[in-house]
């Protein structure tokens, strides 16, 4: 069974440029999560779906950040514009139930931006 | 922001000896799960263990919560050289779920 896919694995751009990051969870998970980790430090959680609705968007910079969850499958996380400080690993996860947390989360490979 | 705080942030050991870690945390929880992280395998899960449990054990893995003190313990026997890794502890209480910084586990065969 394929494990969650995310691309790019890697994305370099400049500031105040657009940026877009895509997630496939396993298929059949309803509960998919974005996560940022910074290098040295544990994940952040950014936004959690139970299907096609953001039940907890809370840790979501909103100025600059939007996620999108079409159909309940795939997600696409996006940031404009971005900032040097939102260099870090962007991750994606995503779980078989809408248990909450209790569920086994299963995380994908990140993707690693680097803002110049 | 972080919730839970490893302890040691990097420990190295030999192969063969048990590797004990930390995590205390600030706020009530619901669950508490231990990942591991190296550059191969990315983020993977562990152990969960729920605020009405003490002890779990999963394999050579063995993980205790004490919810008076806020802390948790996870225990590697026997380790081996390919349990090098990143641990962290992760906290939820329903509505959100917070990991600390990690320790970073070296195991030298």
């Known amino acids: 069974e394929a494990g969650v896919v995310q691309s790019p694995r890697y994305k370099i751009i400049e500031k105040k440029q657009p940026v877009a990051f895509w997630c496939n969870p396993i298929?059949?998970?309803?509960?998919l999560y974005w996560y940022l980790q910074n290098l040295g430090q544990g994940p952040e959680l950014l936004i959690r779906y139970e299907n096609e609705e953001a039940v907890d968007d809370s840790q979501l910079p909103k100025d600059r950040f939007s996620a999108e969850r079409l159909k309940g499958v795939d997600s696409t996380l996006k940031i404009q514009p971005a900032e040097l400080g939102d260099s870090a690993v962007y991750l994606c996860a995503s779980s078989p139930g809408t248990s909450g947390f209790t569920d086994t989360q299963y995380f994908g490979p990140g993707t690693r931006l680097t803002v110049l | 922001s972080q919730q839970g705080e490893e302890d040691p942030q990097a420990l190295s050991i030999q192969e063969g000896e048990n590797a004990t870690m930390n995590c205390s945390y600030k706020?009530?929880?619901?669950?508490l799960q231990w990942y591991r992280q190296n550059s191969g395998r990315g983020l993977v899960h562990l152990i969960l263990?729920?605020?009405?449990?003490r002890e779990k054990h999963s394999g050579r893995l063995r993980v205790t919560l004490d919810t008076s003190k806020k802390s948790s313990s996870l225990l590697i026997t026997a380790s081996r050289a390919a349990d090098t890794a990143s641990y962290f502890c992760?906290?939820?209480?329903?509505?959100?779920?917070?990991f600390g910084a990690g320790t970073r586990l070296t195991v030298k065969p």
């Open positions: 992760a906290t939820d209480d329903r509505s959100d779920m917070r």
């Open positions: 298929s059949g998970h309803n509960t």
């Open positions: 263990i729920r605020s009405n449990e």
């Open positions: 706020t009530s929880i619901n669950n």
